[in-house]
């Protein structure tokens, strides 16, 4: 009514409300009114994410491999995340941009390139039983 609305965040997302362009507050799981009118809120997630992967490679000698696995991940730095991605709700509540459904595809794309070039220079005997080596390196 006129405006004035409520939100109230679940504690493992963090919230920041921009007034002006300016954060006006902020916080993991922050309840408050604000004005929507003149407000615009950020809700980034912070919670760990789990996501599988699964993708092919070729290796020194030319031999096609599969990769599977699963990376978790987690937003330490809600502010710097938000210069980089778009993280706003939209007057439904929902988030303004598909951003946040992309994060997880640009984690994988960032193993998975890690990974391309040790494979990429290793023969398949030596893929086989790196797995282990790998996953630290990658980490």
Sequence with gaps: MFGLRFIKAQPTDYVIQFRDGR???????????????TSSLVVIPTASVNEPFMFAEV?????????????TYR???????????????NAKGRYASDDP????QRVINQVQVAMRAKIQST?????????????????
């Design 101 to 104: 459904e992309k994060l997880s």
């Design 59 to 71: 290796t020194a000698d030319y031999q096609d491999v599969t990769i599977q696995g699963q990376v």
């Design 23 to 37: 954060p006006m507050r902020e916080g993991a799981g922050l309840s408050m009114f604000y004005f929507a009118p």
């Design 75 to 89: 937003i330490v730095d809600p502010r710097s995340t938000v210069v980089l991605l778009n993280f706003s709700l």
């Design 123 to 139: 023969p398949l005997k030596d893929v086989l039983g790196a797995g282990e080596d790998w996953v630290e390196e990658v980490r």
